[in-house]
């Protein structure tokens, strides 16, 4: 996603990241504005920051780095709502993502970058929509569990825009979770991607789509602090380059995300870009 610069479109609103660590002294991190609050709740052993660092530089890595990022010198606020409990991967539970909903809210920010995904929770779906109440718009992962899974949350909550990802021919990114709740695609295929202690790596997931909707979101909130949340997404899904079946589907949603105009100030002219104009690859 080739993003506006934030000079035509006004200040950029932090964006809030719930995720793992994070590695700050990567070079595409290091010295950008990012702050780390306080982990939710203590419990085993710290997370890895592989995805963090991955999902941060994409929203925000220094340009001319190794793993230049979307908007590079924004704001992150980030909690590391993850731990490991005597195994080999990140793990979260609904109390610790609750918590990092309500330090974020706290803190009055308005875009959420969640690229996760889980079951069903009644704790976390209250949470989500008392979040939302507030003002906040969550970006969450569509999740990587296959075309006949079911659907993925946070992403599959009311209100909560869900990304899914493709390639760069546009096809879906072939573990993707299908469902009626997928909002928009994104790339997130073979993504050059920051790696802790330096350099980069390729990744490929629904994750990695979901900060590309983010900085979207950032940018037409900065563009208009007065839209809403159900305003801003109708505004993204309207722009969107249609793919698959003509109108929304299952697997692309309204389809892949658009970000030309974002900053104009008739949002219902949004233009298309090609496909070219959405890509993230390595130097």
Not at 6 to 22: F, K, N, S, V, Y
Not at 179 to 196: C, I, M
Not at 212 to 218: D, G, L, N, Q, W
Request: hydrophobic share 40%.
């Amino acid at each position: 996603m080739e993003a506006p610069s934030p000079d035509q479109c006004g200040p950029l609103p932090a964006i809030g990241l719930i995720d793992t660590g994070i590695d700050r002294e990567h070079e595409a991190l290091r010295g950008q504005p990012i702050e780390v609050l306080p982990s939710p709740r203590a419990r085993g052993t710290p997370s890895k920051p592989d995805h963090g660092t991955a999902v941060a530089a994409l929203l925000s890595g220094r340009s001319g780095s190794s793993a230049p990022g979307l908007l590079p010198g924004a704001k992150i606020l980030a909690v590391d709502a993850f731990y490991r409990d005597g195994g080999t991967a990140d793990r979260t539970d609904v109390t610790s993502l609750v918590l990092a909903l309500e330090a974020l809210a706290d803190r009055n920010v308005r875009v959420v970058n969640m690229s996760l995904s889980g079951p069903p929770n009644e704790v976390l779906k209250n949470a989500i929509a008392s979040a939302q109440a507030k003002g906040m718009i969550i970006v969450a992962a569509a999740g990587n569990n296959g075309a006949g899974a079911e659907p993925s949350y946070p992403a599959a909550y009311p209100g909560v825009i869900a990304v899914t990802a493709v390639n760069r021919q546009l096809d879906v990114y072939n573990r993707a979770t299908r469902g009626e709740y997928v909002d928009l695609a994104a790339p997130g295929v073979d993504l050059w991607v920051a790696a802790p202690g330096g350099g980069g790596t390729t990744r490929s997931g629904t994750s990695y789509a979901v900060p590309f909707v983010s900085a979207a979101a950032a940018v037409l909130r900065a563009s208009n602090a007065t839209l809403d949340a159900s305003s801003l997404e109708a505004v993204l899904e309207n722009g969107t380059l249609d793919l698959g079946k003509p109108g929304r589907d299952t697997t692309f949603g309204y389809g892949l995300l658009q970000t030309a105009s974002l900053c104009q100030p008739d949002q219902d002219e949004l233009t298309i870009r090609s496909a070219s104009g959405l890509k993230h690859e390595a130097p």
